[in-house]
């Protein structure tokens, strides 16, 4: 059963950045969650509150993703 469609960003206040293998299974995935962004170092940026990666996290990894990172990301940052 594929998770529901919900906006999880709230007031879109933050992004995370992901890491996660295969790259293309965490992107459909978030993609339902949240607003997917892809960066030029081939991680995914997420439209979401920092309060959301656990959650995240569980939909990713129950769904057989591998993810290596999950981080907070703010502007500026290396992997944009």
């Known amino acids: 059963m594929e998770p529901k469609k919900t906006q999880v960003n709230g007031n879109g206040a933050g992004r995370l950045l992901v890491r996660?293998?295969?790259?293309?299974?965490?992107?459909?995935?978030?993609?339902?969650?949240?607003?997917?962004e892809r960066t030029t170092d081939g991680a995914l940026l997420l439209e979401a509150d920092p309060a959301w990666a656990g959650q995240i996290n569980l939909v990713l990894v129950s769904k057989g993703v591998r993810v290596t990172e999950l981080s907070a990301w703010q502007p500026g940052s290396a992997a944009a």
Do not use: D, F
């Open 20 to 36: 996660a293998e295969p790259l293309e299974r965490a992107e459909e995935l978030s993609q339902k969650m949240v607003r997917v």
